[in-house]
Every structure is written in structure tokens, then in C-alpha cells.
Antibody
């Protein structure tokens, strides 16, 4: 059974840093890209944050404009963990952060097929 | 970036109703469109990928159609467990974007 478990959320002051982890099980982690998606205040929708490709596709990363230069995604395939390093946090980064597995079809098409339950990050003084 | 819009933003419906949700992309995205369902306090769930392909385990009352810029998600007979928020998401660009969502609640 595929499982994704996020951890590391909490209360942090503006300008500080926080690192989230996504621990995976039930599949060959290294074969998949991993993405982070957030949902801000209740009533707000989903916002894609960024993703990291599998090593087979270079292990490269891409980020939404709202977090580029502040957030960094990395992975440790030996531990089946994806990380989201968040620096220079702003109050508008307050959200539930989800990690998701990215399924890549044979036609080069991504979908987010499994999701964790999320971890809450609150940025406040 | 590719912008996604959804309509309506919310709708009220009854059990057994046929419901159609709409998603529009700011440029052509071929069939690179996914649909997700999210219930309060829960993680999103993939329903439809590549515009019309049903994800494994998803009931057949869900269907998707469209290509280019205009897409629809149809629930043929709304069930109590279908009351949720539905999001479309484009995968044409790897700067992925979600629509703002359509909330389906009980009439």
C-alpha cells in the first residue's frame, strides 16, 4: 500500500526557516517524481509549490513563482524521503502542505496519484 | 504560467442529480488535464487523468471530457459521499497550476 507521511510542520516566525519531510512507503521511491502542494486559509484552493524529478530524469526541480528562491526541494532515495526546505517564510506561506507522488505516463504526462494527509505550517509572530 | 478557471465556484445539488463542472485553461493544453476531489480535512484524491481516463478505484459515475482549453467533469448520479470540492489541474506545463475549485454541497 502506498503511503506518504508529512512531518515537520508547526509555528514559525516570519523570516525564519522550516524543513518539511515526506516519508514514503509501499513503492520504489526512486522511480517517481515528488511534488509539494499547499492549501492556504480555509476557503482557499490548492496551490502547487514545486517538484523534484526522479534521478532517471535528472533529479531536477521546478518551483512556483511565489516560492522560487526561498523554497528548495530535495530527496534522499536511500531513505525514501522528500524534503521541502522553506526559508524567509512569510505570513502568506501559512498553509497545510501536502506531498504527492507524481505518476509519469508513457506519453510524458504527469498526474498526482497519491497524497499524504498534510502538515500545517503557521507563519506568525 | 497557464491559468485555470472553474465554473461555477459552488453549486447546490441533490442526491441523484446529474452534475457538470467546467474547467477552462488560458491556452491550449491538449488533454493534459486532471481532476481531483477534496473533502474537508482530507487529502485531495485523483479522479480523472488525461482529461477522460478514470483513475483506478474511482466509481464509474465520474467522467471527464474535453481537449484544448475547455473541459468538463460529470457526475452522473450524485451520491452522499460526492459532496466535496473539485479541482482541475493542468500538466501541459511542468509549472503545474490548479483551478480555484468548485464546491458541491447539499441542496
Amino acid at each position: 500500500e502506498v503511503q506518504l507521511v508529512e512531518s515537520g510542520g508547526g509555528l514559525v516566525q516570519p523570516g525564519r526557516s522550516l524543513r518539511l519531510s515526506c516519508t514514503a512507503s509501499g513503492f520504489t521511491f526512486g522511480d517517481y517524481g515528488m511534488s509539494w502542494v499547499r492549501r492556504q486559509a480555509p476557503g482557499k484552493g490548492l496551490e502547487w509549490v514545486g517538484f523534484i524529478r526522479s534521478k532517471a530524469y535528472g533529479g531536477t526541480t521546478e518551483y512556483a513563482a511565489s516560492v522560487k528562491g526561498r523554497f528548495t526541494i530535495s530527496r534522499d532515495d536511500s531513505k525514501s524521503i522528500a524534503y521541502l526546505q522553506m526559508n524567509s517564510l512569510k505570513t502568506e506561506d501559512t498553509a497545510v502542505y501536502y506531498c504527492s507522488r507524481m505518476d509519469l505516463s508513457s506519453s510524458g504526462y504527469y498526474s498526482f496519484d497519491y497524497w499524504g494527509q498534510g502538515t500545517l505550517v503557521t507563519v506568525s509572530s | 504560467d497557464i491559468q485555470m478557471t472553474q465554473s461555477p465556484s459552488s453549486l447546490s445539488a441533490s442526491v441523484g442529480d446529474r452534475v457538470t463542472l467546467t474547467c477552462r485553461a488560458s491556452q491550449s493544453i491538449s488533454i493534459y488535464l486532471n481532476w481531483y476531489q477534496q473533502k474537508p480535512g482530507k487529502a485531495p484524491k485523483l479522479l480523472i487523468y488525461a482529461a477522460s481516463s478514470l483513475q483506478s478505484g474511482v466509481p464509474s459515475r465520474f467522467s471527464g471530457s474535453g481537449s484544448g482549453t475547455d473541459f468538463t467533469l460529470t457526475i452522473s448520479s450524485l451520491q452522499p459521499e460526492d459532496f466535496a470540492t473539485y479541482y482541475c489541474q493542468q500538466s501541459y506545463s511542468t509549472l503545474f497550476t490548479f483551478g480555484p475549485g468548485t464546491k458541491v454541497d447539499i441542496k
